[in-house]
């Protein structure tokens, strides 16, 4: 049986609350990767497994790690992220239609979730709770940008330069 919240936040030094916001955000990231911002976690930070850990409070490195520590082991647990299936119970990280298999990459930010599915020549984008799917064509997707101005904007990287999600065509 996987560990409980408190047992990993006990573990690492958090708060569940703590703990239940980097486990929602690696379920929004598909157990790889998390975006966050709680206090005790140093404010905004992001991880991504392979060792990639920013935090807001940059030059402490102590809190990083312990940070990095807390998002390894909520990611290495088998099964869903335990602090997330708490919270959201017979839930999984996989938003996008079955049908498309299993995403090359995948991330999140704020209200908004991205997965390519380059076999497929697909991208799936869920913004507000609505998924919605996008024939890449003939591009082959290596990167993802998100800016944060009033209202969200995606663009990926091909081998033919930027792609914006609106000159994509939904299928």
């Known amino acids: 049986m996987p560990d409980s919240t408190d047992d990993i936040a006990a573990r690492h030094g958090f708060s569940t609350e703590a703990v239940r916001a980097v486990a929602e955000a ?9 975006q966050f911002n709680h206090p005790e976690l140093g404010g905004p930070g992001q991880w991504s497994s392979g060792g990639m850990i920013m935090i807001g409070e940059m030059g402490n490195n102590s809190l990083k790690a312990r940070v990095a520590a807390l998002c390894e082991d909520l990611a290495g647990s088998t099964g869903p ?10 839930q999984t990280s996989h938003w996008w239609p ?10 999140a930010q704020n209200d908004m979730r991205y997965a390519c599915f380059p076999d497929q020549r697909r991208i799936a984008v869920m913004r507000d709770g609505t998924v919605r799917v996008y024939d890449t064509g003939d591009h082959r997707i290596v990167g993802f ?4 101005s009033g209202s969200q904007t995606l663009s990926f990287t091909s081998q033919n330069g930027t792609v914006r999600l ?3 065509k939904e299928v």
């Open 26 to 34: 690696l379920r929004r990231g598909g157990g790889h990767m998390a």
């Open 81 to 90: 992220v335990p602090a997330a299936a708490e919270e959201h119970p017979g």
């Open 98 to 107: 079955q049908n498309l298999g299993t995403p090359s990459s995948s991330g």
């Open 145 to 148: 940008s998100q800016q944060q």
């Open 166 to 168: 609106e000159d994509l």
